[in-house]
């Protein structure tokens, strides 16, 4: 497969010593925020993969350690984060000013 | 071909929603974003189920294709209108294969699924049927499919683009980052091989650069005119996304798209990987 999964299941079954995982929620105006497109650049800022959030604001994403950014376009507005990245969990999360 | 022959504006199709002789057709691998809203009165078809082979890696063949068409109503003289999410790659793809099977008139909906609903436009979740139609499809059109070993005899000769992402090129990662980074293939890319990441013919929004920025894009990338060319992602949804740029929009002759792409080159025995 290579289309994006639906956002927010639990960790069950992705192994941690193993994937390099960033996931967060996107937020706007105290809440989060759902159906926001968020995508994840890499090397020169190139789109690397793109998710659209749960109901509950959630985004998830498979890496490598490094430095990534984090960019989320959603019909309020738009929102970018930089999260140097380790194999295991990384949380982040999103605000759209 | 021009644009306005392969492509329609998000405005274009909400003003002919419902028309005679135009069907909408949402393309997904995960059609759960369809069940849960789509453009009034599309039909959906599903990547994984109705376009691949349920046992071996390759298309449906002729007549699965025909029984398909004709179970969503979709006929020969329709005018066919895809979309879907993912920033079209799989609409792309599903464009490429009403191609290869010499369906008449069809058309992507620029932007798709992210352009419609970042915009606010209205989505219907009424259960859409249309009455069955005798479709008809042509003998695949092979000159725009390639396969690995054209791919392996290309290596120095054609232009070999590879529409992932920098990082998949360089073998940093093995698949784009929403899917867990577990494959049997190596990483890495076809030897001379130049990476041009189908993104940047692509805005934000999903929507494609115009004319002129993609002619400067491929032209600034060295894209030899001179040589045939073959398009190639992991799968196959990616590089349709560019084989339509290279193809429909700009007319370049002679360009393939080879939809076994990295999951199957980089598990070849044998055959020559960069890093």
């Known amino acids: ?62 890496a490598a350690p490094g430095e990534w950014k984090v960019r989320s376009l959603a019909p309020v507005g738009k929102g970018e984060r930089v999260i140097s990245a380790e194999v295991g969990l990384n949380e982040t999360t999103v605000a759209i000013g | 071909m021009s644009r306005n022959d392969v492509l329609v504006t998000v405005d274009w199709a909400q003003e002919h929603l419902g028309q005679p002789g135009i069907v909408f057709v949402e393309v997904d691998e995960d059609t759960s974003a369809y069940d849960g809203g789509h453009l009034e009165g599309a039909v959906k ?121 920098p990082d998949e090129f360089s073998g940093k990662i093995l698949a784009p980052a929403h899917l867990p980074q577990e494959m049997a293939q190596k990483g890495g890319h076809v030897p001379t091989a130049k990476n041009i990441p189908w993104s940047k013919a692509a805005n934000e929004d999903g929507t494609f650069k115009s004319d002129e920025e993609l002619a400067k894009l491929y032209d600034e990338q060295g894209y030899d ?8 992602c992991r799968i196959g949804e990616r590089s349709s996304h560019t084989w339509f740029v290279l193809h429909e929009l700009l007319g370049k002759p002679d360009v393939k798209n080879y939809d076994g792409s990295w999951v199957e080159y980089g598990s070849l025995v044998g055959v020559p990987i960069e890093k």
């Not at chain 2, 915009?119 to 499919?145: C, F, H, M, N, W």
Request: proline share 4%; with cysteine.
């Open chain 1, 1 to 62: 497969m290579c289309g994006a999964p639906k956002q927010g299941n639990g960790l069950a079954g992705i192994d941690l010593s193993v994937q390099t995982v960033i996931q967060g929620q996107v937020w706007h105006d105290g809440a989060p925020v759902a159906g926001a497109y968020v995508r994840l650049l890499g090397t020169d800022d190139e789109f690397t993969a793109e998710v659209v959030t749960s109901p509950e604001g959630e985004f998830r994403f498979f």
């Open chain 2, 45 to 165: 078809l599903d990547w994984k189920q109705d376009l691949q082979d349920p046992l071996r890696r390759d298309f449906v063949d002729k007549s699965a294709f025909e029984a398909l068409l004709s179970s969503r109503g979709i006929g020969n003289e329709d005018t066919v209108v895809l979309y879907g999410g993912n920033n079209n790659w799989f609409a792309a793809y599903a464009y490429w294969y009403f191609k290869l099977y010499g369906h008449r008139d069809v058309k992507l909906m620029d932007g798709g699924r992210k352009k419609w609903e970042l915009d606010g436009r209205p989505l219907s979740k009424d259960a859409v049927e249309r009455p069955a139609t005798q479709y008809t499809a042509q003998d695949p059109d092979l000159s725009i499919r390639a396969f690995r070993d054209e791919v392996v005899a290309s290596i120095g000769s054609k232009n070999l683009i590879d529409v992932r992402s």
């Open chain 2, 225 to 232: 005119d001179g040589r045939a060319t073959i398009a190639y």
